[in-house]
């Protein structure tokens, strides 16, 4: 299996931009599907974006980012990122990155073999 570390995590105002990485080892990176996943306090972890490993390196996004976030990889330096701008209060969340074998991007989180420890952002008003 892949190992994920994440980074670039931090506190910002509303309206401000953070980017996460996300730097993989162990593993033919450019084969892993990758995601981003996110857990607020008392909430379950729900989706954020993935972008497959085919050529095409399609992208998924949840409707509460889309506009707002872009997920990119470079598999040269096995990384991916999380550009996030125009951040809001309730974007506020441990971001965990994921992997997966397989050609596409998946929305479940059962659907990720390997997950990061997490990076906190948190975003005030």
């Known amino acids: 299996q892949v190992q994920l570390v994440e980074s670039g995590g931090g506190l910002v105002q509303a309206g401000g931009s953070l980017r996460l990485s996300c730097a993989a080892s162990g593993g033919t990176f450019s084969r892993y599907t990758m995601g981003w996943f996110r857990q607020a306090p008392g909430k379950e972890r729900e989706f954020v974006t993935a972008?497959?490993?085919?050529?095409?390196?399609?992208?998924y996004y949840a409707d509460s980012v889309k506009g707002r976030f872009t997920i990119s990889r470079d598999n040269a330096k096995n990384t991916v990122y999380l550009q996030m701008n125009s951040l809001k209060p309730e974007d506020t969340a441990v971001y965990y990155c994921?992997?997966?074998?397989?050609?596409?991007?998946?929305?479940?989180?059962?659907?990720?073999?390997?997950w990061g420890q997490g990076t906190q952002v948190t975003v005030s008003s």
């Open positions: 972008i497959s490993w085919s050529g095409a390196r399609s992208t």
């Open positions: 994921a992997a997966r074998r397989g050609a596409s991007g998946s929305y479940s989180a059962g659907e990720y073999d390997s």
